[in-house]
Every structure is written in C-alpha cells, then in structure tokens.
C-alpha cells in the first residue's frame, strides 16, 4: 500500500521549502516596512462565517465538515471573514486606523489547473477603519514596493484599478438594477467563452444595447473619457477618488505601474468602492493579486460599519511569474562549517560543533563513521562554505586544518579565527 | 448574529502573533545552526495515512471529512506520517541521512485544557536514514541548545532519556507477551488516578508481582541499577547505545540537562528504540517536548525500511514555560519612522515614505487629514524610534525635521543623513 499526496494539494521538500520561505520572507519584510502588523486565526471557522457573506464561487467551493462536537466547521477559503470576526470581537478596544497583514493557508475545492490549487498560501493585506482613499493608496504603494523587492520591475507587471462604485452608478444610469448579479458575471468574463458570457448575460436579462453600453464603459481607459460618458454628478464621489489616488501614486513614483481598468470588478460579493487587480504585463497568467474596499463586511457579520480595504496575493501565480522570469533563488542548500573526522571521533566531533555553534555558525557532520571522501562530499552537497578537520594531524597543537571551498584555501589556525574568518 | 472562534483554536491579534513569531523565529534559526533543512507538507491527507499507524489515542482525536470528490480525508493530527509518505515517495533518490524540521499546523479533537489546544503549532526535527545512536544525539543537542536560545537555562529544563528496546527486554524478562499493548497504558500513567492505571494494567492480566518488576526497572536511575537487574545478554545493545548516547553528549557539554528517566515510553505506536521527553524542572507543566526512533514506519506505510528519529515540540507548553520564567518578548509594536505632517500635505507624505523606504528604513503614517497631536500620539502607538516632519517650515531649504524618540533629540537635516543617524 502507497499513500498518495491528497489531490490539489503539494509537498514541500527542502529546494521547494527554501523557494516558499523567500516568498514568505521577501512578503513579510515588505510589509514590515510599511508598518504593517501581522495576524493570524484559526485554519477552519464556523461554517456560517462564509455562507451568504462570500459570494457562491468560493461557497461552493468550501472543505466544509461536523466535528466530533457536531459543529459545523469548514477550512478557510480566504481570510476576510476571520479578520472582520476578529476586528468585530475587539471591537473598539482596537485602535483604528489598522494595518495588518497575514500569510494565511487556505482551501478552496475546484479543479486543479495551472495556477490554482486547492491548497494555497496568501498574503492578505487590510487596513481597518479608514475610509480615506490614502488607504487604497497605501496598499498599492506596497504591492509595487514588493513586487519590486522579489526583482520584478515596472515592465514586468501592471495594477489595474476600478471602482465598484464608479460601475454602480453607470449601471444605475443604463438601467441595470441589481450590479451585485452582474459582478460576478463580469468578472468571469476572461475566465469563460464568449458565448457562455453571452448566455451569462441573457440569464440577467440585459438587453443589446445595455450590454453595448457596459462594453462602452468598460473599455474607457482614461477618467476624462469616463467624465464625458457619466452623469458626473451621480458618479462625482467616485471620481475624485479616482482622480486623488492617481495623483498621490504618482507622488510615490509608481505611476508607470498602475492604469485604470473599468474592466476589472472582482467575484467576491462584499467590495464596496475601489477594485483592483495585478497582472504579468502580458496578462499570460491569472491574476498575481487582487482585492479593494469593503466598508460593510464587518456589519454583515454583526459587528458595527467598519470601513475596509484590503488584497490577496497567492503563492502559485507569483512563483509562476517569479519562475518565468529567472527570479527565483537557488534551491541549493547552504551551511557555514561541515566538521570532518580522519578517525570517524564521533566525541570529539560533537565537542567541535557545540564549540563552533556557540560561535555564531551553522555547523554540521557525519552521524556514523565514514571515509574521508564521503565526508567531504556530504560537505558539497549541504553547500558548506568551510571544512574543519577535527582530528587532522598536520595542525599545531590548539590549532585545526580548514578548507574554504570557494577558494581552495586550506590553512590551519585556532578555532577562533578560522570562525571569525568564516564569518 | 456574532459568530465565534470555533473551541480549541485560537486569534492571534498582533502582540500575540509577535510572540507566535519569537517561538517560530527562534525555532527556525535553532535548526538552520545544526544544518536541518525545512520542509512542509498538506494540511491535511488521506485518512488511511493514520488510522492502524498512530496509535488508537490519535486516531480517535481525528478531524476527518469527505472532500466534494468522496475522497476520505484528515487534517493532519502529527506530522511524522507525512514525513514518512515523502520519504517514501522520493524513495532512493533521497541522499541519506537527512536532517529534516518543519513547522506544521496539528489538529487534535480533545478536550481543550491548559497546555492542550485542538490546534497548535508543533516543531518537528528528525533525522531520516541513520541507524546510529549519534543521530539521537544530534537532536538532543539540538533541543538544549534551542531551549537555551529562548533563555532557558539548565535548571530550567530536564531531557528524560528512556529506551524503549531496553524495556521489551525486560518485559520479555518479566513474562509480559505484547509490550505494544502495555506503552499506551504507561503512558498515561501521569495523567490518570492511580486506580485508573491500576485497572488499566489488569486489564492487561499483569499480575502483582509484574507491576512491582515493572516498577523497580523503570524507577532506576543509573545504567549500572539495571545492569544489575537485568540479564546483560537480552539488554546489552539496548545498554550499549545508552552508554554511547550520554558520553556524547557529556562531550557536547550538556550532560546538566540529561538524565535516565525509564518511566518514559511514549504514547505513540511505532517507536522502537530510544525515547525521550523534556519537561520543565518543576515538573509542573506537561512535557515540552517528546520524541524517539521509529525504524519501521516507513515500511508500514508501504516504502522500504528507512531507519528514522525524531522530535516534536509544541507551541503551546512551550509558550506557558517562557511566560513562567518572564522570557516572552515584548508585545510592542516597533517601527523605524513615523511621519507627520502639520499640512495633513499627503501628496508629500506619500513622497517622502517611498523616499525613506527605499533608503531602508521601515516607515508609516497618517491616511486622512488628523491633527500634530493625535500623529505623534499614533506613532508612539506604532513604536517609532524616530518622527521625520515633512512639512516642518522651521527646517533650512532640502532638510526635515525630526525627532529621536528614545533621547527626545530634536533637529533639522538632510533626509540621507536622518535614515543614516536612525540605522
């Protein structure tokens, strides 16, 4: 009998672990320069966090099961719900404005196809209680700064943004009454053939020339045309955030990065206002991270209004993105000093290493006695930066032979300074 | 409606995740100074991965479900099955030994309890393909040298070193057929009444003069008691690799932490040679840390026989013993910069924070227009070491403001030299 990895699911052996802690690594430093603050919660929720709150894609899609205590619990498909949950259980205790990051694993039961798996990791990024649109701004000055720091540059990828509330207030305008309906269709839109979108927009019973008029709307890639298309007064609000948070990213020197995009509306059924998503700039791939406001999650929840704003960025389509451009680290191992014994002493080895851990070095050998050769080639493969002879005989007294394998020097001297030489 | 955190998990807001990150941190850093590499693994996998391997204890405690595929599936209560799958998945072409940790997320379905949580944080160091007595030894070593990186000194905390080989040779000696049966029972021995155990071990029809040889063997205290007690022959490689294990470490200078403990036999079904535990001094708390070697699990599971051993150590124990000896790290929030401006100017704060960013330093700051008072007050809050005014008109052309929060100096100067002056 063979057991098999689950299905959607993925090992982690040490090169892929070490690829996954630079993602992890690059992520949380980027957020800790921007003063973010990290959570975490609990890995399955009450199943009644996610029903009606995250929109039919992802509830469909839930690992939902009754635990030996009949609750009825399901793994998490996102990390929203557990954050408004826990902003609602502090409630004003938490001092607002808040800005919190996590790396979440989540769970999501769909097909497994490239870029999608049903286990994944995500970094979520929120900022509670703002409802200024310097909140937006914040968030997209740190995808940039990021997505900068893992070696992608401005030709690499691009932000498009949008504004559910822009899109509402066209939808109004053209007669569309329930734009919560049409998001989701929309959203599918890359995702489907024409024709199922086609049939996707009969089912919401739009007419020819309502869906002309979406298209219009959709494919203007600049405010000024939108200000000639709308009724500015009803859209008024919706523009001058637009126009405010265009002007403060280019203040930040990222303009090259962002550009607007009405054709971006996102699934999730709880965003309010801004929308936005990150795209490879051949737009070869799904989207590398998304996200926008949500100023009513924590309301629905039964908690008070709490203005929010937030994105997710998944592991699988960076590492893609990060892959195809020759950005990834190299999965070799890495260690300071690999002890060898001529004797196979096995005490004075364990002796050694204590010594040189102590130090302020990473040190590792043999478990088992072993030729020399064999000794030296385990130190190869654990990518160690020195060799230190334990028992070598050609050392003076209180001295030991060492190696550095990038340049071939032996030498030998106390511990000390061959440490301090390593170092 | 409020929905609450499901029993047994836990939030981590962010002054518990700095902690959460401290025990994570100093993990990791522990394991990378003795060379073991990181891996993971799925949060969950195929339920016949545990049932029959890991003991009725852990079986009972499962989280198990059906996916939307039929397939029968279980969080994952421990890692060490999965460890062995790998293992047996990549097979020969895995160079051994491996000195391999992890971190993984555990479930167990228990009564939630001090020191007992159904989701925790548990690290796992092991070493897969050596059959020496040394590998014990390396993660033994391990151990002290991480309990002392979190603060912990020799008085803190004692390794309790027990074989479980050397146990069936005395139960063989005593007349007990099937020690796999008597472990588990043992096992609780410190967590039931003693009328409890007592009815445990008649239900393993011991009789009374076994239970008084049980007990003499396993309250030695030296390898020359048992010697004694035992017939050498049956016992002596079981004897042999203790001698070998405690000179070793004495050599590795942590003979203070170690002692022979012969009432520790481990819960778990497929440990078949040393196992050890680590408790608190006082003995106050449950064990930090337990583990020992399992030859034959990787057998079991289908793959060829691959000796192994290894450790886990949870989050939670762990946690509650630092917190007694005040060695838990300040929850405070921490930032470089904070940035204020009297103009509430966001367009320049904006600026002047990707400036300071990318100068290196971490750096946060208001999102709407909010009074002096009230920023310097948040960035107190944010744990700034410094506030840069951006906007400040009393600083010379080209030059800012700021404030060293720790001495309360105040000057003007270059943005270069302010981040130069913070580093």
């Known amino acids: 009998?063979?057991?098999?990895?689950?299905?959607?699911?993925?090992?982690?052996?040490?090169?892929?672990?070490?690829?996954?802690?630079?993602?992890?690594?690059?992520?949380?430093?980027?957020?800790?320069?921007?003063?973010?603050?990290?959570?975490?919660?609990?890995?399955?929720?009450?199943?009644?966090?996610?029903?009606?709150?995250?929109?039919?894609?992802?509830?469909?899609?839930?690992?939902?099961?009754?635990?030996?205590?009949?609750?009825?619990?399901?793994?998490?498909?996102?990390?929203?719900?557990?954050?408004?949950?826990?902003?609602?259980?502090?409630?004003?205790?938490?001092?607002?404005?808040?800005?919190?990051?996590?790396?979440?694993?989540?769970?999501?039961?769909?097909?497994?196809?490239?870029?999608?798996?049903?286990?994944?990791?995500q970094l979520n990024l929120d900022i509670i209680g703002s409802d200024s649109i310097y909140a937006e701004a914040d968030l997209i000055s740190a995808i940039v700064s990021m997505l900068n720091d893992f070696g992608l540059k401005a030709d690499d990828f691009v932000i498009g943004i949008s504004s559910r509330e822009l899109l509402a207030t066209w939808f109004a305008e053209i007669g569309i009454a329930d734009p919560d309906k049409v998001y989701p269709v929309l959203d599918r839109r890359a995702k489907v053939s024409p024709e199922v979108f086609r049939d996707?927009?009969?089912?919401?019973?739009?007419?020819?020339?309502?869906?002309?008029?979406?298209?219009?709307?959709?494919?203007?890639?600049?405010?000024?045309?939108?200000?000639?298309?709308?009724?500015?007064?009803?859209?008024?609000?919706?523009?001058?955030?637009?126009?405010?948070?265009?002007?403060?990213?280019?203040?930040?020197?990222?303009?090259?990065?962002?550009?607007?995009?009405?054709?971006?509306?996102?699934?999730?059924?709880y965003y309010t206002g801004i929308v936005f998503e990150v795209f490879d700039c051949k737009r070869s791939m799904r989207a590398v991270a998304g996200g926008g406001r949500y100023d009513s999650l924590t309301q629905r929840l039964g908690g008070s209004k709490v203005p929010c704003v937030g994105f997710g960025m998944g592991d699988v389509v960076l590492a893609d993105l990060l892959e195809e451009r020759g950005l990834l680290p190299s999965p070799q191992a890495e260690i300071d000093v690999w002890l060898v014994s001529f004797g196979n002493d096995m005490e004075k080895i364990f002796s050694i290493a204590a010594k040189v851990r102590k130090m302020g070095l990473s040190c590792s050998h043999i478990l088992s006695p072993t030729r020399v050769g064999k000794q030296l080639e385990s130190a190869n493969i654990a990518g160690a930066r020195a060799v230190i002879f334990v028992d070598g005989d050609r050392a003076p007294e209180g001295a030991f032979e060492y190696k550095i394998m990038e340049t071939g020097k032996q030498s030998a001297d106390s511990l000390a300074n061959i440490v301090k030489e390593i170092k």
């Open 200 to 269: 996707n927009l009969n089912e919401l019973e739009l007419n020819a020339e309502q869906v002309q008029l979406l298209d219009d709307f959709m494919l203007c890639t600049s405010l000024t045309e939108i200000e000639k298309l709308t009724q500015k007064e009803a859209s008024q609000k919706a523009l001058a955030d637009l126009k405010q948070l265009f002007a403060v990213l280019e203040k930040a020197g990222i303009a090259e990065s962002i550009q607007l995009d009405l054709s971006i509306v996102r699934g999730l059924a």
């Open 1 to 121: 009998m063979s057991i098999k990895l689950p299905k959607g699911t993925r090992d982690f052996f040490p090169p892929e672990q070490r690829i996954q802690n630079h993602i992890f690594d690059t992520w949380r430093q980027a957020c800790i320069k921007f003063g973010y603050e990290e959570y975490e919660g609990p890995i399955f929720e009450h199943l009644e966090l996610y029903t009606d709150k995250s929109g039919d894609e992802i509830v469909q899609q839930l690992y939902y099961f009754r635990d030996k205590g009949k609750r009825e619990l399901s793994l998490r498909p996102e990390m929203t719900p557990t954050l408004a949950r826990m902003v609602n259980l502090k409630g004003a205790a938490l001092r607002k404005p808040l800005r919190w990051f996590s790396i979440p694993r989540l769970f999501r039961y769909e097909r497994a196809q490239k870029g999608r798996l049903r286990e994944f990791f």
